[in-house]
């Protein structure tokens, strides 16, 4: 007997029975059994369980159930909604000129673009990054003069267009009012209409992901050798935009071949015209790419650099910490990977063998330390997870301070809570596969594989980026995917209210918490970085370059005042003023940023660079400024250096010293290789060989204080205070701040009984630091000294 059966001959004697009662009696789910009372009654489920209370609400339930708004209306209010935001979001974006310019990777493409419209399409060297969006820029700035306005409309057209696409996969994947709700949260998105305002590709990469696994559903219904053709067409232009996506081509092949609804032609024809249509756009660039460079490079190399920047030994998993060799900076980026990978190999590499020694040498790292390697690759799936928007260029939170817009929409928290409780729902949940069922008369079966092929999707997108570093611009292309999941949560607690299943409260409300302790887990470069800091020295970093001095130093200077530790401010602003020839105001600035960075050994170039433009500032010295603000600071690509760091880093002593010893070698007595290997010799208590090191070091520059301080540490160990005294004197006229010199150098004179110079540095040290409590033993200790007169006073 069937259970409806059942159940009506229970209702005769139970005729009070409800769905709960019946639910509990039969082992169903509340949903089910309202179902079936409703067949009984020759009802709908909604009449059953609508109260007047619900009444109120009705017209949400319309819209989540879509009965009001048709495909087509749909369709316009979602556009409507988006385009009205990201108008409202672009006019007052351009009442701040500030946060209108070009800067890191915007400018590195807007330059490029030039470039190609300069010197033609072909260009002269192999492409280190993927070339589709310069292209693109290069056409727009082409057909008119106010191209990246252009660029930006384009932009925010396709971010209008993305919530519709969204709303058709949420649609097929599960239902209409589950697409329906994704699409509301892709049109009100935050990040995604900041982005859509910014010369960057990160627009083009969500809109043509979406896109392309919306046109991938079509292609498993179709199944013909044209839908299949036209797919890897556009999985090529998608690999162009952003080569993370080649990817899906060895996975949709596998897909192809372990379908069982294909036989085995089918699979074969359908596999060949993908691949056809893939190597169509791609061939293309790949013969280009052997035509200027005669090297094999299908679209571009730089997969070998990103590969190892996020697992070098001392990779935190983020943007943020890179290899000492390769300075963050787009200009720069394929300069270091290319001579630093030279340098290794003892010859001029190619690039598709720079691409692999990087990739080989991230492997050869994570096997040497495996423990860090599964480290960092959980602290990335967290940083995946963060509500953070952390930024490698522009930064949300810092233009959320100028447009209250970006504070109001939802940001990624939201999203990011939501769509992992969804997909716990979505792949545990018989009531919510049930209920979608009902809806969509879709078997179970279906839903399932569909929830999983969508799952399919993130996950191999995540796989990929946490074999990279990561920031919150990566994670972008994964929202509207993760959205879909959001809307599943949203719909399943508005169908749980509207039949008043209470007993769901429970354990969605434990999953949402989980789901939100997660997406808020402290990590610990968020409390490193100050990103409105950043913001604003990326915005004078701009104007320095571009040589507009002025209001570079005003940037600058309101860095230092929301920082007052951001040391490369106080670099940039020491440029600027010996460029300006205000010697002072740059003994200031290179005087605060060795306290700040005192292991940073180029700002003591910056100081000798100082001292000899305070005795004479010849043409020489202005050239060697200005080029230091046009091209950064110049890079020695000392492997030996760089893997004796890796070794110290490891507490490895021995192969360290063998690596050090090879660099003072190669390169004639670096100070970074003379330093570091005094350090060993001392740790093995080899002072005399220690003291060779860091003499030799200040004869390369007299100015390489740390080398003085560590010299003078070694004699006043040996209590030689006599020949500590020159050092610390040395230090002390320039920085006293640094590290211990004020006290060592007070102590050294009291040791040597030089009351006379001593009872200056002394007095000058305890009002300095009698307000520090980390300073207050040694305060305490000279107070004392003074009170029995041991040392004259003022």
Request: charged share 20%; glycine share 4%; net charge positive.
């Amino acid at each position: 007997m069937k259970k409806t059966e059942k159940i009506k001959k229970y209702l005769k004697d139970n005729p009070l029975a409800d769905k709960k009662r019946i639910a509990k009696k039969f082992k169903l789910n509340h949903l089910v059994a309202l179902d079936i009372l409703a067949e009984i009654n020759n009802e709908s489920p909604d009449a059953i369980a609508k109260t007047k209370k619900e009444n109120k609400f009705s017209f949400l339930a319309d819209i989540f159930n879509n009965k009001v708004i048709s495909n087509k209306n749909a369709y316009f209010f979602l556009f409507g909604l988006a385009g009205i935001l990201r108008i409202f979001y672009a006019l007052k974006l351009n009442t701040f000129p500030q946060l209108n310019i070009e800067i890191l990777d915007a400018q590195y493409y807007v330059d490029w673009a030039k470039k190609i419209n300069t010197y033609g399409v072909l260009g002269d060297k192999i492409f280190f990054t993927e070339p589709l969006y310069a292209y693109f820029l290069a056409m727009i700035l082409k057909i008119s003069t106010h191209g990246l306005i252009l660029v930006r409309i384009l932009q925010m057209i396709l971010g209008s267009l993305l919530p519709i696409v969204i709303m058709k996969i949420g649609e097929k994947i599960f239902s209409r009012p589950i697409g329906f709700i994704a699409g509301i949260i892709v049109a009100v998105y935050a990040p995604f209409i900041f982005y859509e305002n910014l010369i960057l590709k990160t627009s083009l990469e969500i809109f043509s992901l979406a896109g392309f696994f919306w046109f991938f559903l079509f292609m498993l219904e179709k199944k013909s050798n044209k839908t299949y053709l036209i797919g890897g067409l556009l999985l090529g232009i998608l690999s162009l935009i952003k080569g993370n996506n080649i990817i899906f081509f060895p996975a949709i092949l596998l897909i192809l071949y372990y379908s069982k609804k294909l036989i085995t032609k089918e699979k074969r024809a359908l596999s060949l015209f993908f691949a056809l249509g893939f190597f169509l756009v791609i061939s293309p660039i790949t013969l280009r790419n052997y035509i200027v460079g005669k090297d094999f490079v299908p679209t571009n190399y730089s997969i070998g650099i990103v590969t190892y920047q996020g697992n070098w030994w001392g990779s935190d998993g983020s943007t943020a910490m890179v290899p000492s060799f390769f300075r963050p900076h787009p200009k720069y980026e394929e300069t270091d990977a290319r001579e630093m990978a030279n340098a290794y190999a003892g010859k001029n590499l190619s690039p598709s063998k720079i691409s692999s020694f990087w990739i080989g040498k991230a492997i050869s790292e994570s096997f040497s330390d495996p423990i860090r390697f599964l480290k960092n690759l959980f602290v990335k799936l967290l940083m995946l997870l963060n509500y953070h928007e952390l930024s490698d260029d522009y930064s949300f939170d810092f233009y959320a301070k100028f447009i209250i817009l970006l504070k109001v929409l939802p940001g990624f928290l939201i999203v990011s809570t939501l769509a992992i409780t969804g997909m716990l729902l979505a792949l545990f949940s018989n009531d919510l596969k049930w209920t979608i069922s009902k809806k969509t008369n879709t078997s179970l079966q279906e839903i399932s594989k569909k929830t999983k092929l969508l799952l399919s999707v993130i996950g191999v997108y995540v796989l990929v980026l946490l074999i990279s570093n990561i920031n919150s611009r990566y994670r972008m292309p994964l929202v509207p995917f993760l959205s879909i999941f959001s809307a599943v949560t949203i719909w399943h607690i508005w169908i749980k209210i509207k039949n008043k299943l209470w007993e769901f409260i429970p354990i969605t409300s434990i999953l949402i918490t989980l789901s939100a302790g997660l997406s808020m887990f402290p990590l610990p470069i968020y409390g490193a970085i100050n990103e409105d800091a950043n913001a604003y020295h990326q915005i004078g970093s701009y104007y320095i370059e571009n040589k507009d001095f002025e209001r570079a130093k005003l940037y600058f200077e309101k860095t230092i005042e929301i920082d007052k530790n951001y040391a490369w401010a106080y670099k940039n602003l020491f440029l600027i003023n010996m460029q300006k020839g205000d010697l002072k105001e740059a003994e200031k600035n290179i005087k605060e940023v060795i306290i700040i960075r005192s292991d940073d050994l180029s700002n003591y170039e910056n100081l000798a660079l100082l001292k000899n433009a305070q005795k004479e500032l010849t043409t020489e010295i202005k050239d060697q400024i200005n080029k230091s603000i046009s091209d950064g600071t110049p890079n020695i690509y000392d492997t030996d250096s760089y893997e004796a760091s890796r070794y110290l880093s490891a507490k490895d002593s021995k192969k360290a010293e063998q690596f050090l010893l090879k660099s003072l070698e190669k390169f004639n007595n670096p100070p970074n290789s003379l330093i570091a290997l005094a350090s060993v010799k001392r740790a093995s208590n080899s002072n005399d060989e220690a003291i060779k090191y860091l003499s030799l070091a200040i004869e390369k520059n007299p100015y390489l204080l740390p080398a003085r301080y560590n010299l003078a540490n070694i004699y006043i160990e040996q209590k030689n205070y006599q020949l500590a005294i020159p050092q610390l004197k040395e230090i002390y006229d320039i920085t006293p701040e640094l590290g211990q010199t004020w006290s060592n150098l007070a102590i050294a004179y009291i040791n040597t009984k030089n009351s006379a110079q001593a009872s200056p540095v002394i007095n000058d040290y305890i009002k300095r630091y009698q307000d520090d409590p980390t300073k207050k033993e040694m305060v305490d200790k000279f107070q004392k000294l003074i009170s029995q007169s041991k040392t004259p006073t003022n």
